[in-house]
């Protein structure tokens, strides 16, 4: 693949670290933006929803509130100089556990989670040289400030599930950028099965877009949702179920091997019609045996980000571990590598969303072919881009055609990408049998009789759709047609060896037209 000098990378990667000019050693080769970051804890009640039913088992009356929460981390761009404090790395190890910014864990609830922390780094990483670095990494102060106050802007969203540390750094320095940033919290109602927790997370999604369009403070056309690990399968359902998502991206997810993901109800590849990248290691994306669903959102413009670094750790493109190479220092030979690899997945995802959701030229540019970015090697990882089929029209679109372009266009159209789809709504004979009805009552001839006549193309060998085409004819006025097409119906019929009870009713409707 060809290569380029970026311009633009190099800007990116200058060391800004904090529009105050502060250095901060952990971003200091990432592309922080030029805004100040925000921090908040939300939590809503979801009245349409409850989490236990009025009565237990046994029969005793469940106490207290049991409608849904959904608590919300907020990363948004801030006004300078605004918010009670800079929020520490340690306060990232813990915050999923409260509801709010001014809520208070006891210390004790705090010392488990740093150290649950501690023992994940190194169960995953190896062995800390002691804890003077531990305790310093604990202190480091990150972007954001807790309640600062939001730019007067309306800025493009990217939602998703939270995964708690593990696209903190990521989540920050998207929002330094120039992007709200919304990740809900999953709580004891969402265990269970895949197919289980979309039916749950997926709308406490949408009610966090509605919570945010009302609050005031994004951009409703530019929204987009990624997510990391396992916290990225339920924003995939989100992006093929609702039509405001713009671009999906993740991160490290095998979303393609889960079997009960694949059979949640909102799951269907041909339903993804918007830009995805999907960032992933070679080692892992060899073991994923279920990648050709990657493949069938053929309606999708793909970017398959492939990072090459070998003996990968899946956990090397969250925040713990790039920490574990810039500030604790125990990756080994391999640590400046597995550095360069988050910096890489973090310079995709940043451009992807300016192309995709702000049309910023440069990041454009960036994703069309593989760049030269300064300071990494461009072994570390390799580009393959999947440009997307035209995707035929839905049964509501197809009408809109019809209404506003007429049913010479709508059928033009179909021509051309219905071939696209063998899962096509447009291909269940009595949709089309009932939008033509829709028209005929409107007494819309052309389009009436232009629906009929694509539907017993699509089927024919079903009688019935050609009944409803002699129908449309008969009540045009077009009594040749009329009883050209009943022939045909009392020819089909008549190579049956036996009818059923339509289909005696289909001949005799036929005759009768051929009589009159």
């Known amino acids: 693949m060809k290569k380029i000098n970026y311009l633009l990378v190099s800007i990116v990667l200058v060391a800004t670290n904090s529009i105050l000019g502060q250095k901060n050693l952990l971003y200091e080769n990432l592309p922080v933006g030029k805004y100040a970051v925000g921090f908040k804890i939300i939590t809503l009640t979801d009245d349409s929803r409850v989490i236990k039913p009025e009565y237990n088992y046994l029969g005793e009356k469940n106490e207290g509130d049991l409608t849904r929460k959904i608590t919300i981390h907020l990363w948004y761009p801030a006004i300078p100089n605004t918010g009670n404090r800079t929020i520490k790395y340690n306060e990232y190890c813990y915050n999923h556990l409260i509801t709010a910014n001014d809520e208070v864990l006891p210390e004790d609830q705090k010392k488990i989670q740093w150290e649950n922390n501690k023992s994940s780094l190194e169960r995953w990483f190896g062995k800390l040289p002691g804890e003077e670095a531990w305790n310093s990494l604990l202190q480091t102060n990150m972007l954001a400030k807790s309640g600062a106050d939001h730019v007067k802007e309306k800025l493009p969203l990217l939602i998703g599930m939270l995964r708690p540390m593990s696209t903190t750094m990521t989540n920050e320095l998207l929002a330094s950028n120039g992007y709200v940033i919304a990740m809900i919290v999953q709580g004891n109602f969402s265990i269970g099965a895949f197919s289980q927790i979309a039916l749950n997370d997926v709308p406490s999604l949408q009610q966090v877009i509605a919570f945010l369009k009302k609050d005031g403070h994004i951009d409703e056309h530019k929204i987009g949702t990624f997510g990391f690990s396992g916290s990225g399968f339920i924003q995939v359902l989100l992006a093929m179920h609702d039509v405001r998502i713009k671009a999906l991206a993740d991160m ?259 005759l009768k037209r051929l009589e009159g």
């Open 252 to 510: 490290e997810s095998a979303i393609f091997g889960i079997k009960e993901y694949m059979v949640s109800n909102y799951y269907n590849p041909m339903k993804l019609k918007i830009p995805f990248m999907h960032i992933y290691s070679k080692e892992l994306a060899g073991r994923d045996t279920h990648f050709e669903e990657f493949y069938k959102m053929k309606f999708s413009k793909r970017y398959h980000v492939i990072l090459n670094q070998p003996e990968w750790q899946h956990w090397n493109v969250a925040t713990e571990g790039y920490t574990s190479c810039v500030a604790l220092h125990i990756r080994g030979k391999e640590e400046m590598n597995i550095q360069k690899s988050f910096e890489v997945a973090n310079i995709y995802l940043l451009n992807f969303f300016n192309a995709e959701l702000k049309s910023y030229e440069q990041a454009k540019t960036f994703l069309s072919v593989k760049p030269v970015i300064p300071k990494i090697p461009s072994t570390l990882w390799d580009i393959d881009i999947l440009n997307p089929v035209q995707a035929p029209p839905n049964k509501d679109d197809f009408e809109n055609i019809i209404r506003s372009k007429g049913i010479q266009e709508a059928i033009t159209v179909i021509g051309k990408t219905l071939s696209n789809d063998s899962t096509s709504e447009l291909y269940q004979g009595f949709i089309l049998n009932r939008m033509g009805y829709t028209f005929l009552n409107e007494q819309k001839m052309e389009a009436a009789i232009g629906i009929f006549k694509l539907n017993t193309e699509l089927h024919p060998e079903d009688a019935n759709w050609f009944d409803s085409l002699a129908e449309a004819y008969e009540v045009s006025g077009n009594t040749p047609m009329t009883k050209q097409i009943s022939q045909f119906i009392l020819d089909m019929l008549n190579k049956k060896s036996e009818l059923n009870e339509a289909e005696k009713s289909l001949k005799e409707t036929a």
